[in-house]
């Protein structure tokens, strides 16, 4: 493994040639027939569901069949009788799989709950609903589905679940439903019951549902849009063609904000979108190769920012710094909410995970905030915002959300539309934009130097890092300093962090495989110098190859 190379493409609009072709995307849906003994082709739940592209069979009609009728099988199971609330993103073969699940879920005697005009809907609004719904009930209750690969390269496509208390999948129910949906898939697809699509929109277990109404109606809870619009900052947002794109123009006109959505597009082949690092379409809001066009906007704003394709994740973009590093813009978002929360009680602490700056435990150790430090995944911090031990919670990967104002549950899963507007709203009310407050937090604390890397990684490799050992790491140096400490599960609950993390007096990397794509994500940090945190990387590749070879010598001793 090594650094990243970035293709020539970053950065740049590709040719039409270079872009995908829906046509053969949603041929390669429809006609793929997953092979079972291929592991590339069975189903794998990720971060919070199945994830994979047509072109590789590892999204297709037989697996939204699957899936589909193992979430059923789980409701029953888990005695989940209220409705479930189905959304999709703008992904290609979204639409498609839309249909397919509500064949299933119908045919289950589900009560779905689709959005009024058949449009897309935001992966934190389906959250919203499900908590709104839920919320005073003890039986009932309900749970939700969003058909969105995130922010994946649009080739691929995704399957997310999100059980009655909002969440990204428990981490315990992923062995159950991904056997079960498998076992579905080897017994044959034909033996799951559908109910023909049209009999199935015309079901009484089919029911409209005004998601965003119901969204927008609740922000002014959790961010303050009367200070917003009261300064009359000059917003500039990109939805980057995805399911927020038709939410910012009504978030715009009910709050009275002076914003401007800069691309209302909804386009198959996001060929108005810039490719990224390695050259793809990849709708990545923290991405400064993906976000090139907002960033050349940034002198026509006093603050812009875009979302991902399912709106979960936030990039921040300043005309004093461009686009900020997603741990610059949390650890701003902390030191700011720390005050203006009168109604957070004091035991409202700080979610971190280990992959996140330093500086985040400077501003909750100065503020007398708890900080819980977890793996990697948004799943881990959502017992704390439920119960409003968290008052914010927030990963390196521009994915967070908050309490409302009143210091109850907004939404457990990411936020991306709820950050955006927290950006506006620190700059309306402190007069500085969030990267100036930045500055002011190195004045305080000093300056941290950090950074992330992604580059491929072999199947096998996947494997070994993401359960590797303490033992299995034979460094003793770091970029010329004593190894302190060599960790491979959290400090808040002991859970595994799926990869290793590495400490020293000066700095830190960890190193982990992605969750929902073939490649693996070198985090490094450096307290003391820019020069130091390349030594780190420089160092950090040898050091994880380390783990590979005694992965490897070990299991030749055992043969």
């Known amino acids: 493994m090594s650094g990243a190379r970035i293709d020539p493409a970053a950065g740049k609009l590709l040719k039409p040639a270079q872009l995908i072709d829906p046509v053969k995307l949603i041929d390669a849906y429809y006609a793929g027939i ?36 193992a979430v059923c099988l789980y409701r029953k199971s888990e005695s989940i009788d209220g409705p479930l609330f189905l959304g999709i993103d703008t992904h290609v073969h979204s639409r498609p799989a839309f249909v397919i699940a509500l064949e299933v879920f119908v045919a289950n005697d589900v009560e779905t709950m689709i959005d009024t005009d058949e449009g897309f809907t935001p992966t934190p609004v389906i959250s919203h609903a499900i908590l709104t719904y839920n919320s005073g009930r003890t039986a009932g209750l309900a749970d939700g589905v969003v058909l969105t690969p995130s922010h994946n390269p649009l080739e691929d496509g995704g399957f997310k679940y999100n059980p009655p208390d909002g969440r990204p999948r428990r981490v315990r129910n992923y062995q159950l439903d991904r056997s079960t949906a498998n076992e579905l898939l080897k017994a044959g697809i034909q033996k799951v019951r559908r109910v023909p699509h049209a009999r199935a929109r015309q079901s009484v277990c089919v029911h409209p549902h005004d998601y965003m109404d119901h969204y927008l109606g609740d922000l002014a809870d959790v961010i303050d849009s009367e200070a917003i619009a009261g300064s009359g900052l000059a917003l500039g947002i ?32 996001f060929g108005f979108m810039t490719a990224d690092w390695d050259g793809k379409i990849r709708m990545d809001c923290s991405s400064p190769y993906a976000m090139t066009r907002l960033i050349g906007m940034r002198d026509r704003f006093d603050l812009a920012f875009g979302n991902d394709t399912d709106a979960d994740r936030h990039g921040i973009v300043t005309p004093t710094g461009g686009l900020m590093p997603p741990i610059h813009f949390l650890a701003v ?10 109604q957070w009680t004091s035991r409202c602490g700080i979610g971190k995970t280990m992959v996140s700056s330093s500086v985040i435990d ?16 948004f799943k881990w911090f959502v017992d704390g915002l439920y119960s409003g031990t968290l008052g914010f919670a927030g990963e390196e990967s521009a994915g967070a959300s908050l309490l409302r104002r009143d210091g109850s549950v907004w939404t457990t899963d990411k936020d991306g539309l709820a950050l955006g507007l927290l950006a506006a709203e620190i700059t309306a009310r402190s007069g500085s934009d969030p990267n100036q407050a930045y500055d002011a937090l190195t004045q305080e604390f000093g300056q941290f130097w950090c950074e992330r890397i992604d580059a491929p990684v072999a199947p096998e490799q996947v494997d ?25 599960t959290a400090p808040a609950g002991g859970a595994s962090l799926g990869g290793i993390k590495i400490i020293t007096a000066g700095g830190w990397f960890a190193a982990r495989p992605s969750g929902t794509e073939s490649i ?29 070879g005694r992965e490897q010598a070990a299991g030749d001793h055992a043969h």
Do not use: C
Request: glycine share 8%; net charge negative.
């Open 34 to 69: 997953p092979d079972l003994s291929v592991a590339t082709q069975r189903i794998h739940f990720g971060t919070s569901g199945h994830r994979g592209s047509p072109f590789d069979n590892a999204f297709n009609e037989a697996h939204i069949i699957a899936v589909a009728e």
């Open 362 to 377: 400077r501003i909750a150790h100065r503020a007398g905030r708890p900080l819980v430090e977890v793996p990697v995944g």
């Open 238 to 269: 990109d939805p980057l063609g995805g399911a927020s794109v038709h939410y910012w123009p009504k978030i715009i006109d009910r709050q009275g904000l002076n914003g401007t959505v800069v691309e209302v597009m909804v386009d198959p082949t």
């Open 333 to 342: 978002a902390i030191a700011y909410l720390v005050d203006p929360r009168p």
């Open 464 to 488: 070994v890092l993401s359960r590797a050992t303490a033992d299995r790491i034979s460094a003793t140096e770091l970029a010329g300093e004593p190894i302190e400490a060599k960790l491979t």
């Open 520 to 548: 693996y994500k070198l985090y490094a940090e450096s307290f003391r110098s820019a020069d130091h945190l390349r030594a780190i990387q420089h160092d950090a590749p040898t050091i994880v190859e380390g783990v590979f």
